[in-house]
C-alpha cells in the first residue's frame, strides 16, 4: 500500500534530528519521535523503513508511526516532535481560591458540639475517634 504521508526533510532538519538523538538530554518521547522521522525519511538510500519495521524497531504502535508522519508532513517538524495539545480538557471546578478554602476546611478542627447537640455527620465522628 502507498504511504499517503512521505517525510521529506532538508539537510538540517536531519542534522537537528540527529543530534536529538544523540544527545539524549530530551523526553523519550521527543526521541522516539525523532527515530521515527529519520527511519521513515523517504530520500535514504534504502528508501526508508516501512512503518511495522519502524514500530518493531522501536517497540511503538503502527498508529503512532503514523501520526508522527501525518503530522510532520502537515504541520512542521516542531509539531510533530511534540505532544498533540489536548482541547478537550475539563474545566477546573475550583479556581485557586476555592482550594485554598477545601484545604483549610479539611485540615481544620471538626466542629464541637454546641448549644442545640452533637453534630452527627459521620466526618466528625470519625474525628473523635482518633
Given at each position: 500500500m502507498e504511504k499517503k504521508y512521505r517525510v521529506q526533510l532538508?539537510?538540517?532538519?536531519?542534522?537537528?534530528?540527529?543530534?536529538?538523538?544523540?544527545?539524549?538530554?530530551?523526553?523519550?518521547?521527543?526521541?522516539?519521535h525523532a527515530h521515527i522521522l529519520l527511519l521513515s525519511y523517504e530520500n535514504q538510500v534504502e528508501g526508508g523503513m516501512k512503518d511495522v519495521e519502524i514500530a518493531r524497531a522501536l517497540k511503538v504502535g503502527t498508529a503512532t508511526v503514523e501520526r508522527v508522519r501525518q503530522r510532520c508532513v502537515e504541520e512542521g517538524l516542531e509539531r510533530a516532535l511534540g505532544r498533540k495539545e489536548q482541547i478537550n480538557r475539563r474545566a477546573k471546578k475550583l479556581d485557586g481560591q476555592g482550594e485554598a478554602h477545601l484545604i483549610a476546611m479539611a485540615c481544620s478542627q471538626p466542629p464541637q458540639a454546641g448549644p442545640v447537640g452533637r453534630c452527627t455527620c459521620w466526618r466528625s465522628n470519625w474525628w473523635s475517634r482518633r
Amino acid at each position: 500500500m502507498e504511504k499517503k504521508y512521505r517525510v521529506q526533510l532538508t539537510a538540517e532538519e536531519q542534522e537537528e534530528l540527529r543530534d536529538l538523538v544523540s544527545k539524549g538530554r530530551t523526553a523519550a518521547y521527543r526521541q522516539t519521535h525523532a527515530h521515527i522521522l529519520l527511519l521513515s525519511y523517504e530520500n535514504q538510500v534504502e528508501g526508508g523503513m516501512k512503518d511495522v519495521e519502524i514500530a518493531r524497531a522501536l517497540k511503538v504502535g503502527t498508529a503512532t508511526v503514523e501520526r508522527v508522519r501525518q503530522r510532520c508532513v502537515e504541520e512542521g517538524l516542531e509539531r510533530a516532535l511534540g505532544r498533540k495539545e489536548q482541547i478537550n480538557r475539563r474545566a477546573k471546578k475550583l479556581d485557586g481560591q476555592g482550594e485554598a478554602h477545601l484545604i483549610a476546611m479539611a485540615c481544620s478542627q471538626p466542629p464541637q458540639a454546641g448549644p442545640v447537640g452533637r453534630c452527627t455527620c459521620w466526618r466528625s465522628n470519625w474525628w473523635s475517634r482518633r
